[in-house]
């Protein structure tokens, strides 16, 4: 295999006509340039240059190759460039995971604040359910994702796992603007002979839905389900149920209102979480990013923790 450090000198060497000058400029003796030299003959199989007394020549084979080598030189000079970036956090790939109310009110803006403050970094970004997304970054395939469990539905996060909470948002009860509940703060048990409009069956929103309810003594009697909450919000908009809405998936609707319950606030708490094996210096800046959107958005129902 070629050594990358003679063949930088075997380059300086063509250019300048000289050992003794190639020497200078490589900060080496003309004794160390010369072995270099000779070990590049060796590895190649030809002499690259006619030695007379007081002089060299490069052979053609010397002149092709200081050719071709000055662009490996500059690709590697570039490659070695890329990789110091990276280490120092400047440049590389971040994968991002997060679920949908998270990308609306808080990914946009700390992807925002990385492109600017990172302009060479590659961000990625991919969008699932908490249970969906944290095999991927105990894989590797994600270097961080944005989760969050419900009250009611508490979990226990892997132990190779650094979890950061950003914020806590209070659920809000959702029921048309005509209901006789938004006259007042709602208790639930005023709502048990409504129809529902929840989550997905399995998703925590759901799962969560079923003991809230239990303890005021009915269960929910769910007519229709989405995972988006501009979906359920204007079908409660629409008269046709009333939702359980996690603040950040609130939009204020025409003909809709929204309130926590009343003694009784329930709360969805957010986390950033990696494996805290990962290497990768971005995560620093992405995490601080987050943290720093976050703080931005507490009111309106939304707290830090």
């Known amino acids: 295999m070629l050594n990358p450090v003679h063949l930088r000198t075997l380059v300086e060497v063509v250019k300048t006509g000289s050992f003794a000058e190639a020497a200078r400029r490589l900060g080496y003796t003309s004794s160390a340039v010369s072995q270099q030299i000779s070990a590049f003959e060796r590895a190649v199989g030809v002499a690259l ?3 007379e007394a007081h002089s060299i020549r490069p052979a053609s084979a010397a002149l092709l190759i200081a050719d071709r080598g000055g662009e490996l030189l500059a690709a590697l000079d570039g490659f070695e460039h890329e990789v110091k ?14 679920f949908p109310t998270a990308s609306s009110r808080i990914v946009p803006k700390a992807l925002a604040k990385l492109q600017t403050d990172l302009p060479d970094a590659e961000l ?11 095999p991927l970054v105990l894989t590797g395939e994600l270097d961080l994702s944005l989760v969050y469990a419900y009250d009611l539905v508490p979990r226990t996060w ?27 703060n709602v208790k639930l048990e005023d709502l048990k002979d409504e129809r529902w409009i929840a989550s997905r069956d399995g998703t925590s929103g759901a799962t969560c839905l079923t003991p809230l309810c239990a303890a005021a003594g009915f269960a929910p009697r ?7 909450y501009e979906v ?3 079908l409660v908009a629409a008269g046709v149920g009333v939702a359980l809405i996690p603040a950040l998936g609130y939009r204020p609707l025409p003909d809709t209102h929204a309130m926590p319950l009343r003694h009784k606030p329930l709360r969805r708490h957010v986390h950033v979480i990696h494996r805290t094996a990962n290497t990768n210096p971005l995560l620093r800046d992405a995490v601080k990013a987050l943290h720093e959107v976050c703080q931005n958005a507490v009111g309106g129902y939304i707290n830090r923790p």
Do not use: Y
């Open 49 to 51: 240059f006619e030695r």
């Open 85 to 98: 970036a990276m280490v120092q956090g400047l440049r590389g790939r971040l994968r991002i995971g997060t």
């Open 124 to 134: 990625r970004l991919d969008e699932a359910e908490p249970d969906d997304v944290l």
């Open 158 to 184: 892997p132990e190779e796992l650094t979890v950061s909470p950003l914020l806590d948002e209070s659920l809000l009860v959702m029921v048309p603007a005509d209901h006789p509940a938004a006259k007042n």
């Open 222 to 228: 769910i007519a229709f389900r989405s995972n988006d």
């Open 232 to 234: 359920v919000q204007s």
